[in-house]
């Protein structure tokens, strides 16, 4: 992976998943003595992956998780579809949610988006159905 960011190594190089991996974040490491810091916009250049193609990644993403769910818009469905992939409904407040929070932006920063205060309250209120203003989330790890 150093390979390709000293530039000895070239994106058609990179598998797949070493590609999933680094893309949307920054990346920090030492060669030689020389710290290299890169922030997420410079590995996505150097990847060749632009905040179009982000936006296409979680169109066609939600368009094959909409395939089975009734009518929602991409950014609700990628945020139902983690959290039934992550999360079992539980009886007893178990989840933080700053805690769910952080990971909704995580996964979602694939996708070059995060979780905003109108997804946020949707899911809160609509999906979770839960009126409790601080309390944790009657969700707990699969």
């Known amino acids: ?12 190089d990179l598998t797949e998943e070493e590609v999933h991996r680094i893309q949307g974040k920054a990346v920090h490491f030492t060669h030689g003595g020389e710290e290299y810091s890169f922030t997420a916009e410079e590995v996505d250049k150097m990847l060749g992956v632009c905040k179009q193609c982000k936006l296409y990644q979680m169109r066609i993403k ?18 139902v579809d983690y959290i039934q992939k992550h999360y079992c409904p539980s009886t007893r407040r178990l989840l933080s949610r700053v805690a769910l929070r952080k990971e909704l932006d995580a996964a979602l920063k694939t996708y070059g988006t995060f979780v905003d205060d109108i997804t946020w309250s949707w899911l809160i209120r ?17």
């Open 62 to 79: 939600a368009l094959e998780i909409q395939l089975s769910t009734p009518k929602m818009s991409d950014k609700h469905v990628l945020v």
């Open 126 to 142: 609509e999906h979770l159905n839960d009126t409790s203003a601080y309390r944790k989330l009657k969700l707990a790890c699969r």
């Open 1 to 12: 992976m150093k390979a390709f960011f000293l530039g000895k190594r070239s994106r058609h």
